[in-house]
């Protein structure tokens, strides 16, 4: 293994704007996958797969976070996590059994990175390895969140702004208690992760859809595209500030 590789985190450092866009990057999916799936839900699936896995790979090929690709490839598992976890539900799946079906990957997951490297921190994903768990987990996640997210609003009726309330209140109020009673910080880091999509995707919901179903009626596709402006402002401005840093880890990667 070059010694490169465990110099340099590949993905993103846990921050303010981390936080922004990773919610923001929810409602694009949600948004964006029923969008699509007017057109063609079938042909939408494979394209959105095709776009996932061609970003991935070049993702990984960089060896370093580099803002634009790292949240390309974020939208983009957003979007097809979406897709996948519909479709396990178009195909008979109740959301009750696929919900636990994910949270179940998710945690086997989980277990794999850890048993494997000893810890599932997201500031040590130095090498090819930890990338490559760290974007499945990353996956399962939005799967999850998605089935989470359509149980409470749709199967149990609380509705769609119901549905963004309660989960806000969880995405806040959990890891705040986790954090009063001292919990690992990395397993705090991952459960406000898994809350934020829900929250993410019912609101994209209240958003978009139309008054008669609940929703404010701007509409999936509009919804989708504000959302992905507000996120490429925001890469935009981390890309600018990040430059230095990046600059100084090509400097040590030189210099061993």
Same mark, same amino acid.
Not at 32 to 38: G, K, P, R, V, W
Not at 74 to 97: K, N, Q, R, W
């Given at each position: 293994? $070059?010694?490169?590789?465990?110099?340099? $985190?590949?993905?993103? =450092?846990?921050?303010? #704007?981390? &936080?922004?866009?990773?919610?923001? =990057?929810?409602? +694009?999916?949600?948004?964006?996958?029923?969008? #699509?799936?007017? *057109?063609?839900? @079938?042909?939408?699936?494979?394209?959105?797969?095709?776009?996932?896995?061609?970003?991935?790979?070049?993702?990984?090929?960089?060896?370093?976070? +580099? @803002? %634009? /690709?790292?949240?390309?490839?974020?939208? #983009?598992?957003?979007?097809?996590?979406? /897709?996948?976890?519909?479709?396990?539900?178009?195909?008979?799946?109740?959301? !009750? +059994? =696929?919900?636990?079906?994910?949270?179940?990957?998710?945690?086997?997951?989980?277990?794999? %990175?850890?048993?494997?490297?000893?810890?599932?921190?997201?500031?040590?994903?130095?090498?090819?390895?930890? !990338?490559?768990?760290? %974007?499945?987990?990353? #996956?399962?996640?939005?799967?999850?969140?998605?089935?989470?997210?359509?149980?409470?609003?749709?199967?149990?009726?609380?509705?769609?702004?119901?549905?963004?309330?309660?989960?806000?209140?969880?995405?806040? +109020?959990?890891?705040?208690?986790?954090?009063?009673?001292?919990? $690992?910080?990395?397993?705090? *880091? &991952?459960?406000?992760?898994?809350?934020?999509?829900?929250?993410?995707?019912?609101?994209?919901?209240?958003?978009?859809?139309?008054?008669?179903?609940?929703?404010?009626?701007?509409?999936?596709?509009?919804?989708?595209?504000? =959302?992905?402006?507000?996120?490429?402002?925001?890469?935009?401005?981390?890309?600018?500030?990040?430059?230095?840093? /990046?600059?100084? !880890?090509?400097?040590?990667?030189? !210099?061993?």
């Amino acid at each position: 293994m $070059n010694t490169s590789d465990n110099l340099v $985190n590949r993905v993103a =450092s846990i921050t303010i #704007f981390f &936080w922004i866009i990773k919610i923001i =990057s929810t409602t +694009v999916g949600e948004a964006s996958a029923d969008f #699509f799936y007017q *057109f063609s839900a @079938p042909g939408a699936v494979i394209v959105a797969f095709i776009a996932l896995i061609s970003s991935v790979i070049i993702q990984m090929r960089f060896k370093r976070y +580099v @803002p %634009w /690709m790292y949240w390309t490839v974020i939208i #983009f598992v957003a979007i097809f996590g979406t /897709m996948f976890s519909d479709t396990v539900h178009f195909i008979g799946v109740p959301l !009750e +059994v =696929s919900t636990l079906i994910f949270i179940a990957l998710l945690l086997f997951t989980l277990r794999l %990175w850890y048993k494997s490297e000893g810890t599932l921190d997201p500031h040590y994903v130095h090498t090819a390895k930890r !990338e490559k768990y760290y %974007w499945v987990v990353i #996956f399962f996640t939005f799967c999850l969140g998605t089935a989470a997210g359509d149980l409470v609003a749709g199967r149990l009726h609380f509705g769609f702004l119901d549905a963004t309330l309660i989960f806000g209140a969880c995405m806040i +109020v959990i890891p705040l208690i986790l954090y009063l009673f001292r919990i $690992n910080k990395i397993a705090l *880091f &991952w459960i406000a992760y898994i809350l934020t999509r829900p929250f993410g995707a019912a609101g994209a919901d209240w958003i978009g859809k139309p008054k008669s179903h609940g929703g404010l009626g701007l509409g999936d596709g509009t919804t989708a595209l504000l =959302s992905l402006a507000v996120i490429v402002v925001l890469v935009l401005y981390l890309t600018i500030t990040h430059r230095r840093q /990046m600059l100084i !880890e090509e400097r040590v990667i030189e !210099e061993n």
